[in-house]
């Protein structure tokens, strides 16, 4: 397979995690024979030094040229005396709105290994594995008219969606259960609001076309209290754009840690996929940034723009054997320390790459001498 990847590593840790990320996709590439390159660009605060642009417009011409873009981080203190327009993080929005991605994937995994570090109690994260698909480009964020206004002390923003922006995103999320535990929670507040009513009955008719996965509809509001309550009960999580954005940074306590992360933008002209965690300035430099938000953000790459499902699989099994040995950055060696847990060792950005790396490489060796059987 033949794959080109824009891969704007950004500011701050941002090159830090990239870099483990793109080691293991190389790898991805050598073991299974695949063509994948690797085009650097500038995005954010490098950017704005080597250019006075967030986002070059040779960036943003190579991105739209390329299968698919990783990015790890934007944001630097030393811009933060500019408008918003010219900041680093503005090179970021500009360049989510230009590839066109209206469907946001955000995965919520309970990992055994890191029960410890979830404020809820193991035995309710326990089996959780969630993959939430918000809306990304309507409703509430960007219905317009929207306006406050300072003399009448007034202010509004309109909740709109189109039966086609609702059909669309829901299309996601049912092929995407198809291919899990075949189950799709769709999100509203239909008892309140007319755009969750057109959400819903869309949503419904949709639902006819994939008669193997179970459609279940929740408000958002007790949707609020079931995730916390029995998030294994979840498996692809449907919602429009604010509801969404507010239950995936609920459920993420699920994980435990920022730097566990991963998340996919898809539908639009070319994919995007970003680690959920900012440049985190507090600890670039150190060697102490989790690279695994990225390295899976690597795997859904492959699997979402590359249909690479094995090779995303073998990539997430690496990632659960490395945490089961007990290997931690220092974000997730955090509170750690239940009795039953391996020993645990304290490793850096690099050597946790490392890790994964070799892990993959056992389970690919695994995976090639079982088939030459
Ligand atoms: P942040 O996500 O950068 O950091 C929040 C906290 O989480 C920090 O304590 C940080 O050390 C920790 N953290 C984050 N990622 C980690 C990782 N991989 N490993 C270990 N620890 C990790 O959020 P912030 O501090 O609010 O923002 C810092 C900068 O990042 C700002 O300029 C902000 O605008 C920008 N930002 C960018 C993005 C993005 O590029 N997608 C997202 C959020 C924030």
Known sequence: MKLKIAILAGDGIGPEVTNEAVNILRAVAEFGGHDFSFVPLLLGGVAITA???????????????????????????????????????????????ALGGFA??????????????????PEVTEGADILFVRELLGGLYFGSPREWNKSTGEAWNTMRYTKAEVARVAKVAFELASKRRKKVTSVDKANVLEVSQLWRATVTEVAKDYPDVTLEHQLVDSMAMHLMNIPRNFDVVLTENLFGDILSDE?????????????????????????????????????????????????????????????????????????????????IARGNVPDKSPAQHLVSTTEMGKLVHQALAQS???RQSMHAV
Request: hydrophobic residues 45%.
């Open 51 to 97: 250019t006075g642009s967030p986002l070059p417009t040779a960036t943003l011409d190579a991105c739209l040229e390329s299968d698919a873009v990783l990015l790890g981080a934007v944001g630097d203190k030393k811009f933060d005396a500019l408008s918003p327009d010219k900041r680093p993080e503005a090179g970021l929005l500009q360049i989510r709105h």
């Open 104 to 121: 946001n994937l955000r995965p919520s995994i309970a990992y055994p290994a890191l029960s410890a570090n979830s404020p809820l109690r």
């Open 251 to 331: 459920a993420s306590i699920i994980t435990g840690s920022l730097g566990m992360l991963p998340s996919a933008t898809i539908g639009g002209a070319v994919n995007l996929f970003e680690p959920v965690h900012g440049s985190a300035p507090d600890i670039a430099g150190t060697g102490k940034a989790n690279p695994l938000g990225a390295i899976l953000t690597a795997a859904m790459l492959l699997r979402h723009s590359a249909n690479l499902e094995q090779d995303a699989a073998a990539i997430e099994a690496a990632v659960r054997t490395v945490l089961a040995d007990g290997n931690r950055t220092a974000d």
């Open 364 to 366: 690919i060796d695994q």
